[in-house]
């Protein structure tokens, strides 16, 4: 039986656990004003896109139209990349696949991923972001030391072997996504089993003043109807400003930029005849694209609602559903881990927060999507459940996606 290896959380973390088998090209140009040395290939965003969104509608399909989620695709795509790293055979092209990243050689991909490691946190002097990797071994496991040099060299990686049957371990695992998300994500883990030799993870935090804030004054209690026809009173914030904006079919849309403007919320706002689901459901890349295309900048009226949201979801059924089964059995090749191989991945987890107000998002291991409008004349309320996406226009990553089903539902 193979013993667990890899998890993946994210609070702005994502983590993976690995589990020990025992006898017991073109390039998107940056616009105007930002780093140069930001950039990344069209096909690597296009791809990655279909990925966030394809996460998103697995991860909303399992837990329900009623319940909020929010997810970082950009901190779960950087934890597997990591483990692809570690992976051969089928194990690995599967896991390649499921990133979209099979029309890419894993150098080309590498490559992105330690350009974004050293240039997306630095695009926008007037936003907080941060982007950590790290890897926490048992003291008696080997780990290849050509995997471990890729990590250091490609992904900034933090390794350190730990004693795992010291109960402390845990403390210092959960402190380091504590430290790395500014105390948002305080624990990632609960304890250490005797088969698991392995911790990886990925921590990402965000942290935006809105470019045109929120006057708090014009906050007031507002109605929400929620998916059961049902309503509650959320706190409705007001905002009417020039905004990029657009109507799509079944939905309405705009952008809540932060700081300079290369980071912004755009928030997707279901038609009345339609829902939150659907519209996760008709998200793909291709969509995404024509719905920057279709932005016009113009004076709008919104009301989005405070929120604040701690969301846990494990991904090993998301993960093999979406392509990669084979890693989460005992036919799983993490020989680029360590030449013996006999490990799986024993989970994949990510933790995730975010806090909307009058001043801004902060967020880690977030995925948000945007909220929309439907008519330029009249104020465009979200009361009723709507997606969000928190992204970096430069380069056009994902960070978040997000549903909101209940504004006044803390935790998932």
């Not at 290939?41 to 399909?61: E, G, I």
Request: include cysteine.
């Amino acid at each position: 039986m193979k013993t667990t290896l890899f998890s993946t959380v994210s609070a702005a973390v994502t983590g993976i656990l690995l589990t020990a088998v025992s006898c017991n090209t073109s390039t998107v140009t940056p616009t105007p004003g930002t780093t140069a040395e930001l950039r990344v290939s069209a096909p690597f965003v296009n791809q990655t896109t279909q990925f966030a969104f394809d996460l998103a509608k697995q991860v909303n399909a399992q837990d329900g139209p009623a319940k909020n989620v929010f997810i970082s695709p950009l901190s779960l795509h950087m934890a597997l990349g990591m483990i692809l790293n570690g992976a051969n055979g089928q194990t690995a092209q599967e896991i390649q696949k499921t990133l979209k990243l099979d029309a890419q050689t894993l150098a080309e991909a590498n490559t992105t991923y330690q350009n974004l490691m050293a240039n997306l946190p630095g695009v926008d002097p007037k936003v907080t972001m941060r982007l950590a990797n790290s890897v926490w071994y048992r003291n008696t496991f080997t780990v290849e030391t050509a995997f471990q040099d890729l990590l250091k060299q490609t992904f900034s990686a933090d390794i350190s072997a730990q004693d795992f049957n010291n109960p402390a371990t845990v403390g210092t695992i959960n402190s380091w996504a504590s430290q790395k998300t500014n105390g948002k994500i305080p624990k990632v883990i609960d304890q250490i089993q005797p088969d698991n030799v392995l911790f990886l993870m990925n921590a990402l935090y965000f942290k935006g003043d809105w470019t045109t804030r929120f006057d708090a004054a014009k906050t007031t209690d507002s109605p929400f109807t929620l998916v059961s026809d049902a309503q509650t009173t959320v706190r409705m914030m007001r905002l009417n400003t020039q905004l990029n904006h657009a109507s799509r079919p079944g939905y309405s849309a705009f952008e809540l930029p932060y700081g300079a403007g290369n980071y912004v919320m755009t928030v997707l706002l279901p038609t009345s005849n339609t829902t939150a689901d659907a519209l996760i459901n008709n998200l793909n890349s291709d969509e995404w694209a024509l719905l920057q295309k279709d932005m016009t900048k113009s004076l709008f009226d919104i009301g989005l609602p405070k929120f604040t949201v701690n969301y846990e979801a494990k991904l090993n059924n998301v993960l093999s559903t979406l392509g990669m089964p084979t890693a989460f059995t005992d036919r799983a090749d993490f020989t680029k881990i360590n030449a013996k191989g006999g490990l799986l991945l024993s989970f994949v987890k990510q933790n995730t927060f975010v806090a909307v107000d009058e001043t801004g998002t902060e967020a880690a291991a977030v995925t948000t999507d945007g909220i929309s409008t439907t008519s330029v004349q009249m104020p465009t309320l979200c009361d009723r459940p709507f997606v969000f996406v928190i992204h970096e226009k430069t380069s056009g990553t994902v960070l978040f996606v997000g549903k909101i089903a209940d504004p006044t539902k803390t935790n998932a």
